[in-house]
C-alpha cells in the first residue's frame, strides 16, 4: 500500500527476492513528488518487470483472521502473504498538545531558521519539524534525512550559544525504480503552479555519453523555470544511469539563483565515456526559451 519513496524501493526488493507483487496507490500515479512526465517512464518500468499497478484505489481493509490472507480495496479484492504500509509521514507530535509549542496543521512544530520554536530555549529539528525551502521563501514539509542531519546540526550549535541560519532545502531526492534512476530538486510544476509563479518547462531526451562509445543509455531531463529570467526553478532526471549526479549539478545551480543561459554554457567535464560535449545538463537548459 503506497507508492511514494519507500513503497516503491520495497517494490524492487521484493522482485530480487523473485516475489509477487501489487502496488495499490489512492493517487493517480506514484512517486508525485515527480511530475507525470517521470512517473509515466517510472510506472512502465515497474510494469515491464512485472508489478501489477493499481492506480486511483483506496483500501477498505483486511481479509484474514490470524494473519491477512487479502486487501479489500474499493474495486476488488486481492489475494496477499505479506503487506506493508507505507502511505505517508505524519509528524508524531501529540505529546506537544497543550505544551505551548506551535504547530502546523499537520503537526509539525513551526521553527525559524535557526531551529528555535516559539518558546524560549526550545529547537526542533528532523521529520517532527517543519524546514526552510529556500526556492519557495517559506516554511514547508519535508521529511528527508538531509534536512534532518543538517538542521540536526544547526540546532546543536545553536543551542550552544551560536545563531547559524539554515540557508534552506530544496527537497533534493533520488530513487532507483529497477534498471531506472530518479532524481529531483527544487520546485516540481505543481509547485510553481500552486505559487502562481510565472514558469515555463521543457522535457528533453538526451543521453549519458555520445554514442559513439558502447552502451549509450537516455536521459530525460524536465526543468522548470521563471519565464522571464529563465532562472531554473527545479530540475527532475530520470534514465539508467548518470541522470541522479546531473540532479546534482541542477541543485547547486538553483542554490545559486542560476539561469538556464547561465548553467548552458558551464565548463562541465566531456569524455565519451561519461558525457557529450554538450552534456544532457546543457542541452536541457539550452531548450529552455
Given at each position: 500500500?503506497g507508492?511514494?519513496?519507500?513503497?516503491?524501493?520495497v517494490?524492487?526488493?521484493?522482485?530480487?527476492?523473485?516475489?509477487?507483487?501489487?502496488?495499490?496507490?489512492?493517487?493517480?500515479?506514484?512517486?508525485?513528488?515527480?511530475?507525470?512526465?517521470?512517473t509515466?517512464?517510472?510506472?512502465k518500468?515497474l510494469?515491464?518487470?512485472?508489478?501489477?499497478?493499481?492506480?486511483?484505489?483506496?483500501?477498505?481493509?483486511?481479509i484474514?483472521?490470524?494473519?491477512?490472507?487479502?486487501?479489500?480495496?474499493?474495486?476488488?479484492?486481492?489475494?496477499?502473504?505479506?503487506v506493508?504500509?507505507?502511505?505517508?509521514?505524519?509528524?508524531a507530535?501529540?505529546?506537544?498538545?497543550?505544551?505551548?509549542?506551535?504547530l502546523?496543521?499537520?503537526?509539525?512544530?513551526?521553527?525559524?531558521?535557526?531551529?528555535?520554536?516559539?518558546?524560549?530555549?526550545?529547537?526542533?529539528?528532523?521529520?517532527?519539524?517543519?524546514?526552510?525551502?529556500?526556492?519557495?521563501?517559506?516554511?514547508?514539509?519535508?521529511p528527508?534525512?538531509?534536512?534532518?542531519?543538517?538542521?540536526?546540526?544547526l540546532?546543536?550549535?545553536?543551542?550552544?550559544?551560536?545563531?547559524?541560519?539554515?540557508?534552506?532545502?530544496?527537497?533534493?531526492?533520488?530513487?532507483?525504480?529497477?534498471?531506472?534512476?530518479?532524481?529531483?530538486?527544487?520546485?516540481?510544476?505543481?509547485?510553481?503552479?500552486?505559487?502562481?509563479?510565472?514558469?515555463?518547462?521543457?522535457?528533453v531526451?538526451?543521453?549519458?555519453?555520445?554514442?559513439?562509445?558502447?552502451?549509450?543509455?537516455?536521459?530525460?531531463?524536465?526543468?522548470?523555470?521563471?519565464?522571464?529570467?529563465?532562472?531554473?526553478?527545479?530540475?527532475?532526471?530520470?534514465?539508467n544511469?548518470?541522470?541522479?549526479?546531473?540532479?546534482?549539478?541542477?541543485?547547486?545551480?538553483?542554490?545559486?539563483n542560476?539561469?538556464?543561459?547561465?548553467?548552458?554554457m558551464?565548463?562541465?567535464?566531456?569524455?565519451?565515456?561519461?558525457?557529450?560535449?554538450?552534456?544532457?545538463?546543457?542541452?536541457?537548459?539550452?531548450?529552455?526559451?
Amino acid at each position: 500500500m503506497g507508492g511514494g519513496y519507500i513503497g516503491i524501493e520495497v517494490v524492487e526488493a521484493m522482485l530480487r527476492l523473485g516475489k509477487r507483487v501489487r502496488v495499490i496507490e489512492l493517487s493517480d500515479r506514484i512517486l508525485r513528488t515527480f511530475d507525470s512526465e517521470l512517473t509515466d517512464l517510472a510506472e512502465k518500468e515497474l510494469v515491464k518487470h512485472g508489478v501489477e499497478l493499481n492506480l486511483g484505489e483506496k483500501v477498505e481493509g483486511f481479509i484474514g483472521s490470524e494473519r491477512v490472507e487479502a486487501v479489500q480495496t474499493d474495486k476488488g479484492t486481492y489475494p496477499a502473504d505479506l503487506v506493508l504500509l507505507s502511505i505517508g509521514v505524519r509528524p508524531a507530535t501529540k505529546f506537544l498538545d497543550g505544551s505551548g509549542v506551535a504547530l502546523a496543521e499537520n503537526g509539525a512544530v513551526i521553527i525559524d531558521r535557526e531551529m528555535r520554536t516559539n518558546i524560549k530555549d526550545v529547537y526542533s529539528a528532523g521529520d517532527c519539524a517543519q524546514v526552510y525551502h529556500k526556492v519557495m521563501e517559506e516554511n514547508t514539509f519535508i521529511p528527508l534525512g538531509t534536512n534532518a542531519n543538517k538542521c540536526g546540526r544547526l540546532a546543536g550549535v545553536n543551542i550552544a550559544g551560536q545563531h547559524n541560519k539554515y540557508v534552506g532545502t530544496l527537497g533534493s531526492a533520488a530513487i532507483k525504480v529497477c534498471d531506472l534512476e530518479m532524481g529531483r530538486t527544487g520546485l516540481s510544476e505543481i509547485d510553481a503552479r500552486n505559487l502562481a509563479i510565472d514558469y515555463t518547462t521543457v522535457f528533453v531526451k538526451s543521453a549519458d555519453h555520445p554514442g559513439y562509445y558502447p552502451n549509450q543509455t537516455p536521459i530525460w531531463i524536465k526543468l522548470i523555470c521563471e519565464k522571464r529570467t529563465r532562472r531554473i526553478l527545479g530540475a527532475q532526471a530520470i534514465g539508467n544511469k548518470g541522470a541522479v549526479l546531473r540532479i546534482d549539478i541542477f541543485a547547486v545551480a538553483i542554490h545559486n539563483n542560476m539561469s538556464a543561459d547561465e548553467l548552458g554554457m558551464t565548463d562541465l567535464v566531456y569524455a565519451p565515456p561519461f558525457a557529450g560535449v554538450w552534456d544532457a545538463v546543457h542541452i536541457a537548459c539550452n531548450a529552455v526559451k
